[in-house]
């Protein structure tokens, strides 16, 4: 299944070679696979190019247009995204089916769609909110910037998110600058922006993460630990291919995987983000009717420093009508506020100190009160503000910034010279603007401190004071100890001469741009010293401006020398493991994700290769954990060698017997590809043939190895793990030592058992499950002896199902002890109802797994029942086969002995199938032996089965237990069971598993 060329010629280079031409759609054979081709050509007539994934789906038809059989909103989008003539994804409803579609433009006009149809869905609200935003947007083109905090609450709401982070990507400085939040508080804080992880981001389109912490790809993200974030959604905000910010999308739960409708409604909006992000700084229409902070988002999202003090106070001034706007950094305990900003007489004003006694803005210096309010007439009640006088000031509204601590750090205010009749909401938009404003203020606070500390020249640490083109005028001990140099030898040389080059960090024009926008640095360089030596070192440089511009600048030097190999120190904790020397899981999972990436853009494939040492848990059981550490060495050094022999090999030891070998570029074609991966295999298994001596020991070793060949199309990146995980346990339960290719039949196995597993659980809780009740005789003359109680799952409106199919799955889980527990509930409550009606339907047998009777609160359990339903003393028996009782001898015995004072028979069922020895029954409690159908199926042919069922039944008699017979379907069958003078029998012979209704009916005609 694959296209020609010319089909594929607009989206794929045209191959020559057969066997790439077969790579042009994923070469893994998925039988049950949900992807369909079709060709949509210029009438929008819709033609399948391969086969239907399930026979269910029904086509459009492809005489009549696509568009016709559309509805509205899916039929807009379609059209005006063909517009555009670029590729582009879409979801669309057709008939009943929600299909995820990526269209490309092909040759002649044509588009080739690919379709996801693996759900039946009737709505699509993403789709339908996509659409209703689209269009308001078209209606109101100017207003997108203003509804930035509507759209971050729509994916709040949409995505389930606990936070929403816009940042902006500043590539002269290599940060990411949080510009807006919403959703959990967050402190906004710039990060490094690794270049690895932008480019995987910008070529992936979006990357999701769960457990986030371990993620290395988001280790500059530190806070995400301290918040407690899971899950994480980033999506790249591009103009023009280029990345100018970041959407970031954080859960502190594991939330459901990000589906194509998921990214693509986010992807939407992180497209409507980047054209405000890219956008010019442009005033905005002011409404005298409309004072909303939503005006207000250029400032918030596209300054900073003192550029976003004077942009603020600007806009508030027109937005407000004010006829002063100003924002001050007040001291603790002082009586003045520095004017950072202040926009009067229709221009900015330079800095001044306001007096805060005397004033309407003295209210800040009282910690209770936040904001203070003069509709009208507040030159009167301050006659000594200067300012209130000269200005003819007639009404106030000012806002007390606190900080973390609840003490004043500044002041946000509003003066008007016409008294106010909209004060609350002009209080409201301050309010709002509070958290922003207070992290620049603390932010100015904490530069103005490194200013101080650099003058007092009282640190630790290296400063300098350098004038406006950066000449050194004095430096500290600290520095002139770091750089080599005597502090006169510093003085009038250029601090960028002792900047040594180096390439991974950022040159002299990075630094004067990021100045020239920022008034401040912050990064790493080497330093070189006096000696020749190069010291990696930290530098903050801090512009110290007046009135006139830049006077001089603040540098502030770190060895950084240490912290770089403790950096080095913890990267080989966390990406080495300890014993071996080998990479782990972390690094080896970071490591399949580019590799797997970097394959998809050479067209080249490659094999996962996961080897489990069999039977290694035997070895640390008998042997010792020093042991077995010693044979894991052994085992790392052979695999590292061979690996070293596999050009681009990697090499892992995922956990404690498991190891990974990583090998890409093996082919550009499948079947190549899976031939080299089976060579590879068989060499690794030959390592395992010679013996590992552990000093004058010598052990024999297998392993087990599961394969999974990349890339796969459309398959998550974390999945290739999980597919060799599940290739090795297939290869183990073919044989020690054997390798197996992952193949989609195993993961739909386990698919099954996982929605068995499912579907068992909801069948408890929706009473699906039904109680069955096999009666049983006695020999000698067929008289009813008592009743064995079977479990029937009977789904409604569906065939019943077996068992031997449900049982096992149970069997994994505790699932088992839950279905255990009603059985036993439901037939005590039988028993009890029997009784009381008139009816002695003997002994009732009730099976038992191993996990449910070694479960520590079984007997406990056991008692409550007995004490709801005290008919079923003496009555009740419980089955268990011999290997329950043998997993533990000594608990078993304990177990047993506590039934039995409960008032409980004990049977051994499928007695004889197990063990040879019989002596563990001297030392157990057990009333009856049930003689297992494998036996009596040839009773009646078999001479030795014959005999081993007479040497059970003298047992039996001889240690005085009764004796069942289980699986008698012929009359040949009971004649030898009454030769042998067993005493009681069942089986089809006489009575099949019935449902209670028509157990009643027999014990009434027996």
Request: aromatic share 6%; hydrophobic share 40%; glycine share 6%.
């Amino acid at each position: 299944m694959r296209f020609t060329a010319v089909k594929m010629g607009a989206i794929r280079q045209v191959r020559t070679n057969k066997e790439e031409s077969t790579m042009q759609l994923p070469a893994v054979k998925r039988p049950q696979h949900h992807l369909c081709f079709f060709s949509l050509d210029p009438r929008f007539c819709l033609a399948p190019l391969t086969a239907l994934p399930v026979d269910d789906i029904r086509l459009p038809d492809a005489d009549r247009s696509l568009l016709c059989q559309l509805d509205d909103n899916d039929r807009r989008q379609l059209e005006r995204q063909c517009a555009t003539g670029h590729a582009f994804r879409i979801g669309l409803t057709i008939e009943g089916r929600r299909w995820q579609c990526h269209l490309a433009p092909a040759e002649n006009s044509h588009w080739l769609l690919s379709a996801e149809m693996g759900q039946t869905r009737h709505d699509d609200s993403l789709g339908l909110l996509e659409w209703q935003l689209q269009q308001h947007w078209e209606q109101e083109p100017l207003s997108l910037a203003a509804r930035i905090p509507m759209l971050m609450d729509t994916l709040v709401g949409q995505q389930e998110a606990d936070r929403v982070i816009l940042w902006r990507h500043y590539p002269a400085e290599e940060l990411l600058r949080p510009l807006y939040s919403q959703g959990l508080p967050f402190s906004l804080q710039p990060v490094k922006a690794e270049r690895r992880y932008l480019r995987t981001l910008q070529q992936r389109g979006g990357l999701s993460y769960s457990h986030c912490s371990q993620q290395p790809l988001l280790g500059a993200f530190s806070y995400l630990t301290e918040d407690g974030i899971q899950h994480r959604l980033d999506v790249p905000l591009l103009v023009d291919n280029t990345i100018v910010g970041l959407l970031s999308l954080e859960c502190r739960r594991q939330r459901s995987p990000v589906t194509p409708s998921d990214m693509q409604f986010v992807s939407m909006i992180a497209d409507r983000l980047a054209e405000v992000i890219a956008a010019p700084s442009a005033p905005e229409p002011v409404s005298d009717l409309d004072i909303d902070i939503d005006r207000l988002t250029p400032v918030l999202s596209r300054h900073t420093g003192q550029d976003f003090f004077n942009q603020l106070m600007q806009q508030l001034a027109t937005l407000c009508g004010a006829d002063i706007a100003l924002v001050g950094l007040q001291h603790y305990r002082q009586d003045k506020v520095r004017v950072l900003s202040c926009y009067m007489d229709e221009q900015l004003q330079p800095p001044f100190s306001y007096q805060l006694t005397g004033s309407p803005c003295h209210f800040s210096v009282e910690p209770s009160r936040r904001a203070c309010v003069f509709h009208n007439r507040v030159a009167e009640q301050f006659p000594d503000d200067q300012m209130l006088q000269d200005k003819g000031i007639r009404a106030y509204i000012g806002l007390s910034i606190k900080g973390p601590d609840k003490h004043p750090i500044g002041i946000l205010a509003l003066l008007f010279k016409q008294p106010q009749t909209r004060a609350a909401a002009v209080q409201s938009l301050l309010e709002q603007l509070e958290s922003r404003v207070r992290d620049e203020l603390l932010r100015r606070r904490d530069q103005e401190a490194l200013m101080v500390a650099a003058a007092a020249f009282d640190a630790q640490e290296g400063l300098v004071i350098a004038d406006s083109r950066m000449q050194i005028q004095c430096a500290n001990r600290a520095f002139s100890h770091l750089s080599g140099y005597e502090r006169e030898q510093l003085t009038n040389r250029s601090f960028l001469s002792l900047r040594a080059e180096d390439p991974d960090n950022p040159t002299v024009e990075v630094i004067f741009n990021a100045m020239e926008q920022q008034h401040r640095w912050q990064g790493e360089q080497r330093l070189l010293r006096a000696d020749g030596r190069e010291l990696p070192v930290s530098i903050r440089i801090s512009q110290v401006r007046d009135g006139l511009g830049i006077t001089h600048h603040v540098c502030c030097v770190e060895d950084i020398s240490g912290q770089k190999a403790d950096k080095q120190r913890i990267e080989q904790m966390a990406y080495f493991d300890e014993l071996t020397g080998l990479h782990n899981r972390r690094f080896m999972v970071a490591h399949i994700a580019d590799t797997v990436i970097q394959a998809e853009l050479n067209a080249s494939r490659g094999a996962l290769l996961l080897l489990d040492l069999d039977d290694f848990k035997n070895i640390n059981d008998s042997l010792g954990y020093a042991t077995g550490d010693d044979l894991l060495v052994q085992v790392a050094e052979r695999l590292n060698t061979f690996a070293g022999q596999v050009e681009g090999a990697s090499l892992a030891r995922i956990s404690s017997d498991e190891f990974v070998l990583l090998c890409p570029d093996l082919s550009h074609g499948y079947t190549g590809t899976k031939t080299r991966a089976e060579q590879l295999a068989q060499s690794l298994r030959e390592l395992f043939i010679l013996p590992f001596q552990l000093g004058k020991l010598r052990l024999h070793l297998s392993a087990s190895i599961g394969i999974s060949l990349f890339p796969v199309a459309n398959l998550e990146l974390e999945e290739y793990m999980r597919q060799a995980d599940t290739a090795n346990h297939i290869a183990k339960r073919v044989a020690p030592g054997s390798h197996v290719f992952f193949s989609q039949e195993m993961a739909d196995e386990v698919k099954e058992r996982l929605r068995i597993s499912n579907a068992l659980q909801q069948a408890l809780a929706n009473n699906e499950l039904a109680l069955y009740f096999q009666p049983q005789q006695q020999v000698k003359d067929n008289r009813q002896l008592g009743i064995e109680v079977l479990l029937r799952w009977l789904p409604p409106g569906k065939q019943p199902i077996s068992p031997a199919h449900f049982i096992p799955i149970a069997e994994e889980t505790s699932l088992i002890c839950d279905l255990g527990d009603w059985v036993l509930q439901q037939a005590c409550s039988r028993i009890q109802a029997w009784q009381a009606g008139g009816l002695q339907p003997g002994r009732v047998s009730v099976n038992i797994s191993a996990r449910h009777f070694h479960n520590a609160s079984f007997v406990s359990r056991l008692s409550i029942l007995l004490l709801q339903y005290p008919a079923c003393r003496n009555t009740l028996t419980l089955e268990v086969t011999e290997g329950v009782i043998l997993e533990n001898l000594q608990e078993s015995r304990t177990r047993m002995t506590q039934i039995k004072a409960l008032g409980v028979n004990l049977s051994i069922d499928d007695f004889g199938t197990g063990y040879s020895s019989f002596a563990y029954l001297r030392e157990l409690p057990v009333d009856e032996l049930k003689l297992d159908r494998s036996f009596i199926q040839h009773i009646d042919k078999r001479p030795q089965d014959r005999a081993i069922i007479a040497c059970l039944l003298e047992l039996a008699r001889t240690l005085q237990l009764s004796v069942v017979a289980e699986g008698v379907e012929t009359e040949s069958q009971l004649a030898t069971l009454a030769e042998l003078h067993c005493p009681a029998y069942q089986g089809y012979l006489r009575a099949r598993p019935m449902p209670e209704a028509d157990l009643l009916r027999w014990l009434a005609n027996q």
